[in-house]
């Protein structure tokens, strides 16, 4: 257990329904990140926050994903009109830019989400 | 365009023996670059981290070279283990926001 929790771990929807995914990270992580993983590949970016702040988000996201982190805490991910091609392994991740050496990215266990 | 590319096959080995597990990447120019395993079903766990400057990292049984001339890592892991079997990922950081992962290198490690 990485301190990060992901709720809920598995979602079965279906076609155009929107979802949401909340992500709880380490206390005093600044810094958190959502991930998509499909199988057989890596984690790929969708964006980030710096505390409550939205810095950075993937070109690949569209514009039926919406991220916040309203009190630099935790985090949530909807998904508006989910498709099929949304189904996937959604990740959280956090790390703090006050931390030590390795910069480390702490993962959440996942939500495992499927679109029918 | 920009590329990490991790052994494409799976790496099966024998229990005692060393695992060596590539990272390539094209036309990035990484800060640091980090190496995660993954067991199925969960998220990565970090392992290690090697900077730009850095040839090479040392953490008990694993060890991890980066060769920017070439644009390669490579990850070692001495007296494998059965324990040992996961997929193994590679991570290149630009800056301290993004990171772009490679697909993972699955290995299993026969008793």
């Known amino acids: 257990d990485t301190g990060v929790s992901q709720n809920p771990r598995h979602k079965i929807t279906k076609r155009g329904q929107n979802v949401t995914f909340r992500c709880d990270p380490i206390s005093e992580h600044n810094r958190l990140y959502w991930y998509r993983q499909t199988l057989g590949q890596g984690p790929e970016f969708l964006t980030y926050f710096q505390n409550e702040a939205q810095l950075e988000k993937s070109r690949l996201l569209s514009d039926r994903f919406s991220a916040e982190r309203p009190k630099g805490s935790f985090s949530t991910l909807e998904i508006q009109r989910t498709e099929q091609g949304d189904s996937a392994m959604y990740l959280c991740?956090?790390?703090?830019?006050?931390?030590?050496?390795?910069?480390?990215?702490?993962f959440g266990p996942g939500t495992r989400l499927t679109v029918l | 365009s920009q590329k990490i590319e991790q052994n494409s096959e799976a790496l099966n080995i024998q229990e005692g023996k060393t695992a060596t597990l590539t990272c390539n990447y094209t036309?990035?120019?990484?800060?640091?670059l980090q190496w995660y395993r993954q067991d199925p079903g969960r998220g990565p766990v970090f392992l290690l981290l090697?900077?730009?400057?850095?040839k090479e990292k040392r953490k008990e049984r694993l060890k991890v070279t980066f060769d920017t001339t070439l644009k390669q890592s490579l990850f070692h892991i001495t007296a494998s283990q059965p324990a040992d079997s996961a997929t193994y990922l590679c991570?290149?950081?630009?800056?301290?926001?993004?990171?772009?992962f490679g697909d993972g290198t699955t290995l299993t490690v026969k008793p």
């Open positions: 090697i900077r730009e400057n850095e």
């Open positions: 036309n990035y120019s990484p800060a640091y």
């Open positions: 991570a290149i950081h630009l800056h301290a926001g993004k990171s772009t």
């Open positions: 991740a956090s790390t703090t830019t006050e931390g030590g050496p390795n910069n480390e990215q702490f």
